[in-house]
């Protein structure tokens, strides 16, 4: 039976991609597996240098003045790694989630941490808005997708300030001016690839303004200059990414998918709003269009719904624990199809209540 994907992240990638994976493990050059070559060979250099244009290109960012990077440690070394580049005396952080929450924690490690902005208080079901970001601080950070309330930021400041943001859930997913940006991070398992790298696009003039001596691995100025390999790199998730960079971009690019998307969460959104059984978990106005959050109005429903889903070979839709309830992740490579799946059970347990 075929089986849809919903889950939050690692997370769905297309088939195609998970087929030339699979075939390179066995034989990537010559007879040999994409993972027992040096990654100094040519045939290795070369699939991180693609990975490292596409995504720039992808972004709309090639020729100014950006350098994308392939990381380890995840989006949660980010937290801390933005702080040790960037922070010399004061950020502003905008607390739109759990994810936001932990990377105003590991910047406070370092130095003073304002919260410009906060919906903490509201279990984070709605984005701030009306905020001022000071002219005086070093940098301003937001996360544009909260993965676990299933809220987006639909519009993002001007901001006086090097603007960094976190977009782990959503990069690739709609069509943004990135130039706005200073600095995009975002773990691939998300939306991208395999979990094992982080992509980090950066405005190369920001760094070098802080006076702490930063350790190598922690310095992005060190892993630029070596081009992305100051260490060995994660070659398989790299690899993968570069797959899946690939894939979009014959689709047509963000701007493909971005209809796709959109599509998809109008589907989910008007069956959980006709659906009386259902309610939605964020306010309407920032709903994500990549994770639906809800819940059963009726608990006792519950058994019911949940067998059923499994009966149609749905996959990955429990909410996050701090939320309850159910989530859909609707990442770019889920389809259309798997969203009709969920939407007609939805409609179906409706019928039979
Ligand atoms: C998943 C997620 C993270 C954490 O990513 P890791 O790669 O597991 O460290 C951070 N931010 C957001 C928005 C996420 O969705």
Redesign the pocket.
Known sequence: MKKHNFS??PCVLPKSVMEQAAAAVLNFDDGLSLLEISHRSKPFVDVMENARSLALELLGLEGKGYKALFLQ???????LMVALNLLEKRAGYLNT?T??D??IKEAKIYDDIYEIGSSKSANYNYIPKGYDIPEDYDYFHC??????FGTQMKSFPNSPIPMVC????DIFSRQLDFSKFDLIYA????NMGP?GT?LVVIKEDILGKVSRKIPSMMNYKEHISKGSMFNTPPVFAVYVSMLTLEWLKNLGGIKAIEKENEKKARLIYSEIDLNPLFKGYSVKEDRSIMNATFTLENENLKETFESMVKEAGINGINGHRSVGGYRASMYNALSLDSVKALVEVMSELESKA
């Open positions: 939050a992240g440690g995840g989006a949660s070394t980010q937290f989630g994810w936001a932990k990377a996360t544009s997708n909260n993965t676990i976190d977009m782990s859930s773990g691939a398992q998300k979990a982080t």
